[in-house]
């Protein structure tokens, strides 16, 4: 028999997940492993929003929704623009998806062909590299060297070089947790738009910021496409849901594929989503605890040889240069968590380049394990 085998799937794997299971099956052995691996909330979603499923569930059929979600669902986000950011944003703009991850894959295949060419920095979230790969699109990852954000010059410079057709950034940023301020955003999309490139912007870490007020990508234009999911400050990851806001020619382009790919998102997981927003006071106070265990990492991660790569602006990630400590992260990463078991991504996730030299840490857990995470790591560094 012949097995047929894609080139598609020759794409970087995603190490961070590779790390969840090496510390799962130190788990499983009975070891006490805290992963500060994954980005993902410790907290489960808001009771609100755990009730309105149950009470689906009551009530009995759970079916297909439309493609672009449910109707309440999509007022509910486009309520949320005008509440939270002082925009008027049309339901009909927005599409629901099977999280964050669905939305790259309609934005990627509605927006470009193989072939184009899209930025995006590095370091950078690896399933924007990896899908992009396996799709046939030229990824043009532009090192920030230092720089916390991409800049509109970094833009002008690799458009220069050879004209570009789309970018994609995300503010906060995974893995450095950086914020780009609201001007250098202003100037990235306008230098953007001047140039004929295509904008994605990845704001998933939305309400995650520490300093500044959240500023969307869609205040500067129309045209811009917005990508974001109730899997980080709603506390939603298994939920698998998120959205899309588009711009209007591109809502029956990405409606077409979705029907095609996906039927539509998980229908308990929109009804649960509506209430989402209703949940601030629960939220924000997980939000507090990520402060926290924020303001301990800022000083201990130093300390410990760990220094910072990037400010701690958003999202919940400490993204470190552990050059003091070694010149390979992967390596380092799997004694760091088969000798302290401690778990934590290795940079090559998000830098093909300069990732031997860094390391991501999550610390969206409680912070009891942060603690503790700490003192293994000074014991086993002594």
């Not at 007022?75 to 925009?87: D, P, Q, S, W």
């Not at 184009?116 to 899908?131: F, L, Q, S």
């Not at 929109?270 to 927003?277: D, L, P, T, Y």
């Not at 778990?343 to 610390?363: E, I, K, N, V």
């Amino acid at each position: 028999m012949v097995v047929s085998l894609s080139r598609r799937g020759d794409v970087e794997p995603f190490h961070a997940m590779d790390v969840l299971a090496g510390a799962n099956r130190l788990i499983a052995q009975g070891k006490d492993v805290i992963s500060m691996a994954v980005g993902q909330p410790s907290d489960p979603a808001p009771a609100i929003v755990r009730e309105a499923a149950a009470a689906a569930l009551k009530a009995g059929r759970i079916g297909y929704t439309d493609a672009l979600g449910l109707a309440a669902l999509r007022r509910a986000i486009a309520a949320h623009y005008g509440e939270h950011y002082g925009l008027d944003v049309a339901p009909e703009r927005i599409a629901v998806t099977t999280g964050s991850s669905a939305a790259f894959n309609l934005a990627f295949l509605a927006m470009f062909d193989a072939g184009d060419r899209v930025a995006i920095a590095a370091p950078g979230y690896p399933a924007y590299r990896n899908i992009m790969a396996a799709l046939g699109i030229e990824v043009v990852e532009i090192e920030l060297e230092g720089a916390a954000y991409l800049h509109a010059e970094h833009l002008r410079a690799a458009h220069a070089d050879k004209p570009l057709k789309g970018v994609l950034f995300a503010s906060p940023a995974n893995p450095t947790g950086a914020v780009i301020p609201a001007d250098a955003l202003k100037e990235l999309v306008e230098t953007a738009d001047t140039l004929g490139i295509a904008v994605i912007s990845d704001e998933i870490y939305h309400r995650l910021a520490y300093n500044a007020p959240d500023t969307t990508a869609l205040a500067f234009g129309r045209d811009v496409t917005v990508i974001n999911s109730f899997s980080k400050y709603y506390c939603m990851t298994g939920w698998r849901i998120g959205w899309m806001v588009l711009p209007q020619p591109l809502v029956r382009p990405v409606e077409r594929i979705a029907q095609s790919l996906y039927i539509s998102a998980p229908e308990l997981s929109q009804v649960a989503a509506i209430e989402a927003f209703k949940a601030t006071a629960d939220l924000e106070a997980v939000k507090a605890r990520y402060a926290w265990n924020r303001e301990l990492l800022m000083k201990r991660l130093p300390e410990l040889g760990f220094a910072l790569a990037a400010p701690m602006d958003g999202a919940f990630y400490a993204f470190c240069d552990v050059s003091r400590l070694t010149n390979d992260s992967m390596a380092f990463a799997g004694r760091m968590l088969g000798e302290a078991h401690v778990a934590a991504t290795p940079g090559r996730d998000f830098d093909l380049l300069q990732g031997h030299r860094t390391m991501r840490f999550s610390y969206a857990g409680s912070h009891d394990e942060i603690v503790e995470a700490v003192s293994r790591l000074e014991r086993w560094l002594k």
